[in-house]
């Protein structure tokens, strides 16, 4: 019975980790693995996160890989039961880890990896690299969901000039909008002809943004950009609303904090007492608004009372 039990434990230990993934319709020809609005924790295995795929005539078109090796193959595997065709393309929106630790799954089978400049500075770039271990997911998820996790570099970089191609019929517009966002370099994916835009963490829906990297000045501005674009769906990289009302609550987040903010500034409230004046209670029940609401509300604050010394 002993030696049973020891069978049996070895066999689910080498086990890969289950992500679960299934892909879900959001319009024609597009399709999202729908990550949970939490953190990124050993449960989850980084799940967390949407990665999403463009079905072509030809091939898939994907952004943002996943959050790791294991994620991607098994969306690959996931994928080839819709239609059997290859991933020629894998767009990076940003250089969070969540969003592109599958990129090696994909380079693997070959495709083309496009992604922001902030990815080319400070992960991989032609004779640089950090290594897996280094990076924010390696040390929250299990062995068995990282296993085969590699960094790999970009072979297209996109900034402000867009960058377009046309695959299986289909038009891809990738660019960075603003100079700094939700990141020092963020990219949307717009799709003119099925009038879809990609947005990755310019916004957020079903849980709060974090703006620990970026700025809320930025993100209004990208947000208005993208809203400037003839869209009726808009797929975020976080959250699961994808209709043209995708931005507005997101949107009122960072305007109603932008305006709480300077506003507190001008009363001369310091940075010590900021998270108690601007403590936006209409989004308490919002997921993760304990883990990120004081944090984004500090950041805004530091970068606000810039701008207002600026405009002076
Ligand atoms: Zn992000």
Redesign the pocket.
């Known amino acids: 019975m002993r030696g049973f039990g020891l069978f049996v434990l070895t066999l689910v230990s080498l086990e890969a980790f289950d992500y679960q993934l299934a892909p879900q319709k959001v319009t024609e020809d597009i399709y999202c693995f729908f990550g949970k609005p939490e953190m990124i924790t050993k449960e989850n295995g980084g799940n967390m996160v949407n990665s999403c795929f463009v079905r072509t005539e030809e091939s898939y078109v994907v952004i943002d890989s996943g959050p790791t090796h294991t994620y991607a193959k098994q969306a690959y595997e996931a994928m080839q039961k819709i239609a059997s065709l290859p991933v020629k393309y894998v767009i990076t929106t ?1 250089a ?1 880890d ?2 592109w630790m599958g990129n090696s799954f994909y380079k693997q089978q070959g495709a083309l990896l496009i992604g922001p400049r902030e990815y080319e500075q400070s992960i991989a770039g032609k004779a640089y690299s950090i290594k897996p271990e280094e990076t924010r997911i390696s040390q929250i998820v299990s062995k068995e969901a990282f296993a085969g996790t590699e960094i790999v570099a970009l072979d297209q970089v996109v900034g402000e000039t867009s960058f377009k191609f046309k695959e299986g019929g289909v038009d891809f517009e990738v660019k960075q909008p603003v100079s700094k966002a ?2 020092t370099s963020d990219l949307i994916v717009y799709l003119p002809q099925k009038k879809a835009v990609f947005t ?2 310019l916004v957020f829906n079903d849980r709060l943004t ?1 703006m620990r990297d970026g700025s809320i000045v930025g993100n209004l501005k990208a947000i208005e950009m993208i809203e400037a674009l003839d869209t009726e769906t808009i797929i975020t ?1 976080h959250g699961t609303q994808t209709d043209s009302h995708t931005m507005d609550h997101h949107k009122a987040y960072q305007s109603q904090m932008k305006e709480e903010v300077l506003q507190a500034i001008d009363e001369g409230v310091g940075m010590e007492k900021i998270t108690e004046v601007v403590p936006m209670e209409k989004y308490q029940n919002e997921a993760m608004y304990d883990a990120l609401h004081k944090r984004n509300v500090l950041d805004a604050y530091a970068e606000l009372e810039m701008y207002e010394e600026e405009e002076e």
């Open positions: 940003h969070h969540d969003h939700h990141t990755g963490d974090s990289g």
